[in-house]
């Protein structure tokens, strides 16, 4: 397959987001940046393959197949085996929501997450992606990248989600350097104006920060100091049982 074909099989999968589910072909087209001929044909490929699906109105939308074979990542996948019996336990503990990130890049990956009906609503998706700057994970993913990932963020647009957000770069640095010496983020109402996050660093075996775990609460009296402790207790355990799958 030439490179030409596989960056316009990648443009259709491309065209797919968490607000683009399903396309019809010319949405499609449109989307990918593909003449509608070019489209139909790659569609055609990527369904009798099992990567894209159709529905009974004709419009496609991702296949099961494509999930099938993203669930072979191993960075995600044994992350959420070790972590989601420690997610259960801080759930069980807490009743809210519990979230599990990764970094990919300048942005966040939710891989995880539990919640229930009495939860405060939260605008995060299990494969889901936010900016580093404003979410609890992501603070503390940020604050552990590498100096040339803090500099590409905080040199760049950070978005505005609420009031609250910070979007001045000299304080969000000093925010990072405190997240690095508290070991522990906390995100209050910086993206939307009734939640409060709370976050830890996970580790791989070598110490390095492999992800982050949060708590999110309603903000209206919520008190970080007494949350911190029970996060910090499940990520914790699962640094070790990071620790552990890799002896």
């Known amino acids: 397959m030439s490179e030409s074909v596989a960056a316009r099989l990648l443009a259709v999968l491309g065209a797919f987001d968490s607000g683009h589910r399903v396309l019809t072909l010319t949405g499609l087209a449109h989307r990918a940046g593909l003449p509608l001929a070019t489209a139909h044909r790659l569609a055609a490929q990527l369904t009798e393959w099992g990567a894209l699906e159709r529905d009974g109105g004709g419009c496609y939308q991702i296949g099961l197949r494509l999930w099938e074979v993203a669930t072979l990542s191993p960075r995600p996948v044994g992350l959420r085996e070790a972590a989601l019996p420690f997610m259960e336990d801080l759930y069980e503990a807490t009743h809210e929501n519990v979230q599990l990130a990764v970094r990919d890049g300048t942005e966040a990956v939710y891989v995880e997450r539990i919640t229930g009906h009495s939860a405060v609503g939260v605008r ?24 040339a990932v803090q500099d590409q963020v905080c040199r760049g647009r950070l978005e505005r989600f609420t ?7 000299r304080r969000l640095r000093a925010m990072l350097a405190e997240v690095r010496r508290a070991d522990a983020a906390v995100s209050d109402r910086q993206i939307t104006m009734d939640a409060l996050s709370v976050a830890v660093p996970v580790r791989g075996p070598g110490g390095d920060v492999a992800a ?24 914790r355990g699962i640094s070790r049982r990071l620790g552990r799958a890799a002896e």
């Not at 889901?128 to 979410?135: D, F, I, K, Q």
């Not at 009031?163 to 770069?169: A, F, G, L, M, Y």
């Open 163 to 169: 009031e609250k957000t910070v979007r001045d770069p």
């Open 212 to 235: 982050a775990l949060s708590l999110v609460v309603p903000s209206a009296g919520a008190r970080p100091h007494t949350l911190m402790p029970a996060v910090r207790v499940a990520a």
């Open 124 to 147: 995060t998706r299990v494969g889901g992606r936010w900016p580093l700057h404003a979410t609890g994970v992501g603070l503390v993913l940020l604050a552990h990248s590498p100096p």
